[in-house]
């Protein structure tokens, strides 16, 4: 009951800490040029911004990515989320289900989420590497997924007081999962980035969906420390993957990979870039957290709206009629990303 109370709290306190942080990273989106195409000959109105995700279509290729659940105030963050997921048609990831796998009073706010999008939404489960097979099917149960994402945060449980310090036997109990279940399994970061050397152990084990979830957004490290006061860890806030490199590294694994780039996404030309350098889907997660909560539904609404107006724009801007062809469009790259690329 202890162990529930606190894992309540936590999640209560991702979120205040979060909307605290202060720390700023970067993506290295910023070291991507992309060719304007003045002469595009398309009207905006031909601009497909549709694609097909884990089986089903989808209306925009963004996903609000992994955040809560678990107490009161993550339903009514889960149910405003998944109005909005219903709204423009695209999928959405709840956070970690581990408390729903103990306490039955949680059910619900994670339940919401499908019970606004509907059957035709697509509701993604999220658990821990940890997880058992047993888990993964019990979350996936409760939200009638259509996937599940396995979250890998060792930076995180490392500076977590409560954390994890064992990290042994993962990539094995992934294995099992994956082998397991009939639905996609999504291996995911949550903001320190996937290396390619990490990319292809996964991919050898039968994954085929990975979220980058690199460095640029969302920093858990900050977080994490803010919760404690026993050791100063801000000289390791600038630890991880940015989100840019993760992205182009995992990409160099297989074709057959689908992708998304989370970590950091907030614009819609961080949209773009992504899906140029070869992103599937990109993930939204402190961003729309931060317009909902300091802000209010109708301006995450605003928010999304936005987004979904400027991502048809820019591809037009490209010559992009589809989200497929996004990747035949001409970029170059500069700066630390050249370089780290060369390195
Ligand atoms: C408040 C908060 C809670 C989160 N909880 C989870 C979680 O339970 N499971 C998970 O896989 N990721 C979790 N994440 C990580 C996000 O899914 C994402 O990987 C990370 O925040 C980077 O994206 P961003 O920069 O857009 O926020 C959380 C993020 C935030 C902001």
Redesign the pocket.
């Given at each position: 009951m202890r162990e529930d109370g606190l894992r309540k709290d936590r999640?209560k306190e991702?979120?205040e800490?979060?909307?605290k942080s202060t720390y700023k990273s970067s993506?290295l989106f910023e070291d991507v040029f992309i060719e304007h195409n003045s002469l595009p000959e398309l009207n905006l109105d031909e601009i497909d911004t549709t694609a097909t995700f884990l089986g089903k279509k989808i209306q925009y290729p963004v996903l609000i990515?992994?955040?809560?659940?678990g107490t009161d105030f993550s339903r009514e963050i889960n149910r405003s989320l998944s109005k909005l997921a219903k709204k423009y048609r695209i999928p959405m990831?709840?956070?970690?289900?581990?408390i729903a796998l103990r306490d039955k009073g949680s059910h619900d706010s994670f339940k919401v989420v499908r019970k606004n999008m509907g059957s035709e939404g697509i509701v993604i489960a999220?658990l821990?590497g940890h997880a058992s097979l047993e888990d993964a099917k019990f979350a996936m149960d409760l939200l009638e997924a259509d996937g599940i994402?396995?979250?890998l945060?060792p930076a995180q449980e490392l500076v977590m007081k409560e954390g994890d310090r064992s990290f042994k036997g993962i990539l094995k109990n992934i294995e099992d999962i994956v082998s397991n279940i009939e639905k996609p399994v999504i291996v995911?970061?949550?903001?320190f980035g996937i290396s390619k050397a990490v990319a292809k152990k996964l991919y050898d084990i039968g994954i085929r969906y990975i979220?980058v979830?690199?460095k640029?957004?969302?920093?858990?490290i900050e977080?994490e420390a803010r919760r404690q006061d026993e050791i100063d860890f801000t000289d390791i806030y600038s630890w991880g993957i940015p989100?840019a490199l993760s992205l182009i590294q995992c990409r160099e694994i297989s074709k057959d990979l689908t992708l998304i780039a989370?970590?950091?996404?907030?614009t819609s030309v961080d949209i773009l870039k992504a899906l140029v350098l070869g992103a599937n889907l990109v993930?939204?997660?402190?961003?729309?957290?931060r317009v909902l909560v300091e802000g209010s539904y109708e301006e995450a609404d605003k928010y999304l709206e936005g987004l979904c107006y400027k991502l048809k724009a820019l591809m037009l801007l490209t010559g992009s009629k589809k989200i497929e062809e996004l990747k035949k469009t001409p970029y170059r790259v500069k700066g630390d990303l050249k370089d780290l690329l060369e390195g």
């Amino acid at each position: 009951m202890r162990e529930d109370g606190l894992r309540k709290d936590r999640k209560k306190e991702h979120i205040e800490y979060y909307l605290k942080s202060t720390y700023k990273s970067s993506t290295l989106f910023e070291d991507v040029f992309i060719e304007h195409n003045s002469l595009p000959e398309l009207n905006l109105d031909e601009i497909d911004t549709t694609a097909t995700f884990l089986g089903k279509k989808i209306q925009y290729p963004v996903l609000i990515n992994a955040m809560t659940g678990g107490t009161d105030f993550s339903r009514e963050i889960n149910r405003s989320l998944s109005k909005l997921a219903k709204k423009y048609r695209i999928p959405m990831a709840v956070g970690s289900q581990t408390i729903a796998l103990r306490d039955k009073g949680s059910h619900d706010s994670f339940k919401v989420v499908r019970k606004n999008m509907g059957s035709e939404g697509i509701v993604i489960a999220n658990l821990s590497g940890h997880a058992s097979l047993e888990d993964a099917k019990f979350a996936m149960d409760l939200l009638e997924a259509d996937g599940i994402q396995i979250h890998l945060n060792p930076a995180q449980e490392l500076v977590m007081k409560e954390g994890d310090r064992s990290f042994k036997g993962i990539l094995k109990n992934i294995e099992d999962i994956v082998s397991n279940i009939e639905k996609p399994v999504i291996v995911k970061e949550v903001g320190f980035g996937i290396s390619k050397a990490v990319a292809k152990k996964l991919y050898d084990i039968g994954i085929r969906y990975i979220d980058v979830s690199g460095k640029g957004g969302t920093n858990f490290i900050e977080i994490e420390a803010r919760r404690q006061d026993e050791i100063d860890f801000t000289d390791i806030y600038s630890w991880g993957i940015p989100t840019a490199l993760s992205l182009i590294q995992c990409r160099e694994i297989s074709k057959d990979l689908t992708l998304i780039a989370s970590g950091g996404i907030r614009t819609s030309v961080d949209i773009l870039k992504a899906l140029v350098l070869g992103a599937n889907l990109v993930g939204i997660s402190g961003m729309i957290l931060r317009v909902l909560v300091e802000g209010s539904y109708e301006e995450a609404d605003k928010y999304l709206e936005g987004l979904c107006y400027k991502l048809k724009a820019l591809m037009l801007l490209t010559g992009s009629k589809k989200i497929e062809e996004l990747k035949k469009t001409p970029y170059r790259v500069k700066g630390d990303l050249k370089d780290l690329l060369e390195g």
